[in-house]
């Protein structure tokens, strides 16, 4: 499907429909939706109602007893989870997030607000689970559960990225992503998935990563990004992987093998890595940090999250330290204490270069990469030459997750300013806590539904473009893959000329390792500044 032009795109239909959301039907509209999952990517995990089915079908071959089955998953996790009741509970209807979701700021539609999108389950609920409920029906804001309803349900849990924007607003702290995390699970017990989730998930479980890349094919990856960084440095790293008693073990998104502006960031961790002399191993087992399984079951997500401490217990590291992911951290920081409590077999985390002790890792064991450079940066434990960054005039996206869900504000800001001569932020109300989603985040990151992610991204866009034409932004940095993956197309789109680079792709050109030779080129090949006549 042709996508309109920016200037068409952006004139935004907020009117209201006539009827009472209740009774408006909702159109299930190409290009704001995934494709519905295969049949074999549910058959490699056991995920229940394996069968071939498509969206635009009619019939989406549910289960004789689907609506049983459905009811009964809601009662069980309203009594699993006193916090899924609470949100169905006590939500007020006062408004106050219903314009804080960029799917509704750039699309206009009202089931995209986060209160409306809450309800679409809520009604649900109330009918079958509350006594007002059952006796009031309508006039207790409940409904019946029929196809029509399952579908609509199924089409906006598949709109919400789970950012948790909206549950900054809330004066009740409802948080509406955990809304839609339960109703995505209670669809999955239908076998209503979407393929760019469950194929991920199949894969993971697998081979130990989203992208299904097996041993060997890591190995031939790795070799690449070694020689692109002999020709760039003239120096020879060697990152060891499925080593035995190293003393940390590195963990990072797989899309960093796979995706070009990923493919850069990772060689700026190898290059750090070699420069700093670190006893530290990857693995081709454990070769994902990032857990789809979180945007399918609470169970899907501890189970492929375990195999990164099984592989740390089977190498016998000492503690763990993570790449620029953005659901990792949020899976790692608000639900493993939860499902492994804290970890007994590692020690707690202390970087060998400045005998920092992370604290704050002292039940998960994990340190998120940026901080430990930013600690070697406050030591003055890295030789840096910030010029060589000065082609890019960056500013820094704040990725939903480690903003939001683990308060990782001040460390990407700190190494830019130390690796960069020009940064600046985006307008306050956009950035921090506050900070926008990219539009493609918890597995809505297909090309199927361009139209819903090019509208979700505009917030984020409009801030961005505000700075691009004030003081001439051309880089977007952040710290997750999935951003690093997206927002090249969606930024492409409403503001021509930006890129968006990992932190410590710049990290890596910015680093003074000892022995390289007359760099003339950053990591992208690119002429540094000052060297553009060869
Ligand atoms: S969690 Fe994010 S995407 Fe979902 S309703 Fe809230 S603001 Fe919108
Ligand atoms: S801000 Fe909270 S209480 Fe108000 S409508 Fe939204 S979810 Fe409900």
Redesign the pocket.
Known sequence: MAIQKPEELSKINYKPPKTAWFDTPTEIKKGFFCWGNKEKSLKAVGFPNIRQWSVADEDWKLPENWKEIFIEGLRERVNKYRSFRLFLD?????????DKCHFFIGGGDPKNM??LR?ELLRSIYRKYCTTSGKIMGKIAGARDLNVNVLKELWYYAYQCTECRR?SL????G?D?AEITILARELLNLLGLNIEWIAGPVANCYMTGNHMGLLPHTIMDIVNEFKESIYQVTGINVDPSYNRKGAEILFVHPSGEYFDPNGNITFLGYLMLFHELGLDITLSTYCSEGGNFGFFTSNEMAKRLHSKIYAEAKRLKVKWILGGECGHMWRVWHQYHNTWFGPIDFLEEPVSPITGTKFENAKSNKIVHITEFTADLIKHGKLNLDPSRNDNYIVTFHDSCNPARAMGLLEEPRYIIKNICNHFYEMPPQTIRENTFCCGSGSGLNASENMELRLRGALPRANALKHVNEKFGVNTLANICQIDRATLQTLVDYWVPGVAVRGVHEMVGNALVMKGEKERTTDLRGDPLPGKEGG
């Open positions: 006590i939500c007020v209807r006062c408004g106050a997030c219903a986060p209160v809450a909206c607003f809330c004066p009740y409802i509406t």
